[in-house]
Structures are given as C-alpha cells and as structure tokens.
C-alpha cells in the first residue's frame, strides 16, 4: 500500500483554475496601503519551491544533477528567508494611532502585534467606511 | 512501511503548508491582521522545509548511493542560501526594498528553473504533457531570473541609461519564437518522436542560454520608473514556473502555492499600471525613444519662495493640513522629523493627515511603508481616492518632494504627457506650500503651474533641513509665548 498520488493533465488544470481564483480574489480586497508588503508577500510565498529544490537534490544522481539541485535548493530558500525576512519588517512597521511607535525591534513586533488586535474593532470600522 | 508512513507525513504537511501559505496572504490583505498573516505564512513554509527532508526514504534507486552526500548538500545550501538572504533581508534599507524584493523573487526563478534544467538533463520527465510543462516552466522561470537581476541592477541604479536600440522589440521577438521553437523541437526528441540533428543537452542548453537573454533583452529597454511593475509581472511569472514545475515533481503544494501567486501577482500588475495610468502592454513591449517636446501649457504667476519657519509658524495657527509626500522625502531621509514636526502640529490642535498617491515612492505602496517605518499611525494615511474630496476644506497642504501626482496639467492640457493621470487635488487648498531642492522639474520633465499659482510658496531646500526648520520655528513660537 502506498499514499503516492499521481495528478493528471485535467485534474492539475483543475487545481490551477481554483487556486488562480482563490489568488485573484484575495488580492482584490488588498488596501493600496499595502501593494509594496503585499508584493513581497507573494514573493516569500513562492519561496515554496525550496521543497521541490530539496526533492530533486535528493534524488540526483550524478554530479552535474548534484550541482544544478543545489543551486535549486539555495536559490530557493534565498527566496524564502529573503522574502520572509523583508515582509515580516515592513509589516511590524505599520501601526495604528496610539501605539508605541517604532516597529523596528522583534520586541516591538510583538507588541505591537498585540496592540493591533486590540484596536482591531476601531480599523475594522475604519475599514468599513472607505 | 517506513516508505508509507514518510509519504502520510509529507503529504499531510504539504496540505497544511498550502493551506497556511494561502491563510497568510489573505490575513496579509488588511494593515490590522497583516503581521500575523506573514507569521502564519512562515509556520507553513517551515514545516514544509523540515518536512521535505522525509524523502530520503523514497529516493529513486539511481540516487541511492549518493544520498549522504545529497543530505549534505541539501541542508547545506538550506543553511547557506536562507542564512545569507535572511541577514541581507534584515539589514537592507527601506528605500531598497524594491530591489531586494526583484533579488529574492529571482531567486525564485532561478530555484524553478534549475529543477526544471535536472529534469531536463535526466530525461526525468514522462510522457509529452510532463516534458512541454518542464519546459515551459523553465522558459518562464528563467526570463524571470535574468529579468529580475536587470531590474535589480537599474533600481540599485547600476544601469542607469535605458537601452534604445531600434528593432530591438523585433530582436528580442525573434529570439523568443527561436527559444520556443527550440523548446518544441526538444520536447519531441525528448518524447522520442524524432532524432535530433544535436545531442539534447546541448539543445538544453541552447534552449536556456536563449531563455537568460530574452530576460535580459527584454528588461533593459525599460525606464526605472516602471521598474515596480515588471517586478510584479516577474513575481506572477516565478509563480507560474513553481506551479508548472510542482505539475512535473507531482508536487500539490508547489502548484497551489505557485499558482496562488500567479494569479496575485497578475491581478497586482495590473493594478500598479491603473494607478500610474499606463498600460502594461506599453511598459514591456514598447522601447520609448527620448521623450518627444511635449506642448507645455502656458505659466502664469511666478515662483514665491518663503522661509522654512513661516510656513511652518502658518501651519501651525491651521485648522488642518494635508501633506503629501514623495520620492524626495524619502531620498533626504525626512520621513521621521516630518512626523516630529506633525506631532507638534497634533499637539496645537490641528488636523493632519498624509495623502498618498499610488505612485509615490519607486513602488506602488512604498510610502506607505517609509512613513510606517517613521512611527506614522496607519490611520492617518489616506489614499487618493478618499483624501482627495478633502483638499477643498484644508487650509493647507504641504507638498514634500513630490510633482508629477500634484501637476494640475494632468486634469486639463491634453498635449501633457501625464494628462490622465489621476492627482492630488492640493491646488484647491486654500493655501499649498511646496518643499523642493530647487527649481527642477519632476521626472516627466514638465514644469508644475501648481508651483507659479496664487496660493502656492515654495521653500527651498533639502526636505530634511526643511521639516527640522519648521519644527524650531514652532517650537520657539511656544516657547515666546510661555
């Protein structure tokens, strides 16, 4: 018995089709305020395929494939700890009125984390209106 | 049993790793959940990276001998890639980040594209579908790495000339339809439909070699002001090389998480060129030649320059003010003393707000973030379609090193090269003060008439300078009093 599953053709047009969707709608609702985070956001989220870099280095078998594989695997996770890094400091930074300033520390992060929900009825109202 | 058991886990983790991914970026969509969606994004590309490392139980027995020396290999470059773009990520200037964001989202590229170059070289790919996909996705990914590292270069204003060569859109048409040709010429000798005149690596590498200069050719004819939106149509094309890539690996996760960013980054594309009036078609296909003498609407008035501290003396007996920031602010760093002196106007009881327009900045949304990087409340940044009705009833706005988003040419002198653009009402203040280094135009090149009107004063000087000069003067006016 194996869990292996095998897509075809359709059923990956399929998926492709739902998730397009899924990405379209979920950027539709994006506030212009945060286009710039929101493009490195996407950006990290395709740092995914680090995955696929680390399978296919797995399962090389000869030097050139040994090679190609590790570039595949360190441009990757250069792509997704480089896209994490950027999104997760610009967004520390954006605080509503009332919170301590300055996001720039991981403590400040944090609070500020906690502050946003607080106010999170207010933003939502806010949000509401425009 | 060990086999079934590793496949359960990934397959189980991978799911919850789309998922999360997908959770993420839609918490991503409003300023007050945002912080958590990249948390919640991190927690599934974590898991799925640990997870990953299940597959040495299911290696293809070809690999078997060298999987030591691959675990090494693999977890090496982990360490090594994340920990060299994680510090650079950290360390890396605000006002950078547009190219930061065009170096890691080539990397993505590049990452498909090498999986894709492995299955390529290893003839790993069955069947016609799987062979057309692979390659597809590595045409894809591989015009989005060379593309994303011109892009990096012209926004790190290594390049700093745009190319214009005539006939080079014809050229780098050639070259595309060529690589394509290669590409369909090699998924049939790959499917075994036909005996190629040359070995197929070689056509790999025919067929990838053509694939870096189309990125390249393609990216350098255009400005840096378009920069921002050839970024976000290289990261919808990353995405699109993941997914292709995911399809061949068999990979669900790579396709939901790349398709996802397909599609979002498409939708953003397109949203980015509405709101600096172009059209994408034009920015990618079009090599402009030097701008064209444009008929400049005829000047009335003149210049009235005035003292930093009176208009920030005037500023502070307002009612309110709307400032509108641009590039310039955040070239002399200003950001943070213009908050200083706004929280001095706050305390004497005036109205502030900032108004954005969708261009300021070298990316759509990146004032927004240079101001949020100074302390300023999110809640007082308005966007132009909700600030600009409020211009009308300010008594003043204050526009800091910005021009083209204020030019009021924009609205009526059709012959304008920006007409159409949508702008900041700040001509209908009662009063508008203009910080700006000096009597430069904008990067249309085009004279400002906002800036001979009326009611508009200039004040020259480094924008900085300008706003730590304004925050004396009203100082000092508190203290006279007291």
């Known amino acids: 018995m194996t869990f292996q599953i095998t897509i075809g053709g359709f059923v990956a047009l399929y998926i492709f089709m739902v998730t397009a969707f899924a990405g379209w709608v979920i950027i539709g609702r994006v506030p212009a305020i945060l286009h710039t985070p929101l493009m490195s956001g996407s950006n990290f989220v395709h740092g995914i395929v680090v995955v696929g870099g680390i399978y296919t280095l797995l399962n090389a078998s000869s030097p050139l494939e040994q090679l190609i594989g590790f570039f595949a695997v360190l441009l990757g996770s250069g792509n997704a700890a480089g896209g994490f890094a950027v999104t997760q400091r610009m967004l520390a930074m954006f605080q509503p009125s009332g919170a301590p300033a300055g996001g720039h520390t991981k403590h400040g992060a944090h609070k500020a984390h906690g502050t946003a929900r607080s106010v999170s009825k207010a933003a939502r109202a806010q949000a509401k209106k425009s | 049993m060990l086999i079934m058991i590793s496949q359960l886990i990934i397959g189980g983790v991978d799911l919850a790793a789309a998922f999360l991914l997908m959770f993420g970026l839609w918490r991503m969509s409003s300023p007050v959940t945002a912080p958590s969606g990249i948390l919640v994004a991190g927690v599934g590309m974590l898991v799925a990276v640990v997870a990953s490392f299940l597959y040495v139980f299911t290696v293809d027995a070809a690999a078997r001998p060298h999987l030591p020396a691959n675990i090494a290999l693999a977890a090496g470059a982990l360490v090594l890639g994340a920990g060299v773009a994680w510090w650079s990520g950290r360390k890396v200037a605000i006002t950078a980040m ?42 894809i990914g591989t015009v989005s790495l060379s593309g ?19 006939g080079l859109q014809l050229f780098n048409g050639a070259i595309l339809l060529a690589g394509l040709a290669v ?134 007996y307002a009612k309110s003010v709307i400032i509108v920031p641009g590039y310039g602010l955040a070239a002399a760093q200003g ?113 400002n008439p906002l ?32």
């Not at chain 2, 990397?107 to 790919?125: D, S, T, W």
């Not at chain 2, 926004?155 to 190319?163: H, M, Q, S, T």
């Not at chain 2, 001979?452 to 203290?479: N, P």
Request: glycine share 12%; proline share 5%; net charge neutral.
């Open chain 2, 183 to 316: 590409g369909g010429y090699l998924a049939l000798s790959l499917a075994g439909a036909l005996t190629p005149l040359l070995p197929n690596t070689i056509l790999i590498e025919i067929f990838f070699g053509m694939a870096v200069l189309y990125g390249i050719l393609m990216t350098l004819p255009i400005g840096g002001a378009d920069m921002p939106v050839v970024i976000s149509v290289y990261n919808a094309f990353t995405g699109l090389a993941v997914g292709l890539e995911g399809f061949v690996l068999q990979n669900p996760a790579l396709m939901i998480a790349g398709m996802l960013v397909g599609a979002a980054g498409l939708l953003l594309t397109l949203l980015m060129a509405k709101a600096m009036n172009r059209s994408v078609v034009k920015i990618l296909f079009s090599s402009f030649g030097p701008a064209a003498k444009q008929k400049q609407g005829a000047i009335k008035g003149s210049l009235k320059p005035v003292q930093p501290s009176d208009a920030g003396i005037f500023m502070h």
């Open chain 2, 451 to 482: 800036f001979y009107a009326d009611d508009t004063y200039m004040v020259y000087g480094d924008a900085a300078a300008v706003c730590v000069a304004m925050t004396e003067a009203v100082r000092g006016l508190g203290a006279a009093a007291a």
């Open chain 2, 148 to 166: 994303s590292v011109i892009a990096w270069a012209k926004l790190d204003e290594l390049l700093k000339k745009p190319l214009h060569v005539p």
């Open chain 2, 335 to 447: 950001q943070g003393k213009l908050y200083d002196f706004v929280k001095l106007l706050q305390a004497g009881g005036v109205k502030v707000t900032f108004a954005i327009h969708p261009v300021a900045g070298r990316m759509p949304g990146q004032m927004d973030v240079l101001l949020a990087e100074a302390g300023v409340p999110y809640d007082l940044i308005k966007q132009l379609a909700d600030v600009n009705d409020e211009f009308k009833t300010a008594d003043v706005a204050l526009v800091i090193g910005a021009n083209d988003v204020v030019n009021p040419d924009a609205r009526t002198v059709k012959s304008s090269p920006i007409y159409g653009m949508p702008i900041l009402n700040a001509d209908q203040a009662k009063k508008c003060y203009v910080v700006k280094r000096g009597d430069g135009k904008g990067y249309a090149g085009i004279v």
């Open chain 2, 98 to 139: 547009p190219q930061a964001v065009a170096l890691f989202n080539g990397m993505g590229g590049g990452a498909a594209a090498a999986i894709a170059a492995v299955e390529l070289f290893g003839n790993r790919a069955q069947g016609w579908v799987a062979s057309i996909v692979t390659l597809l996705g590595a045409l």
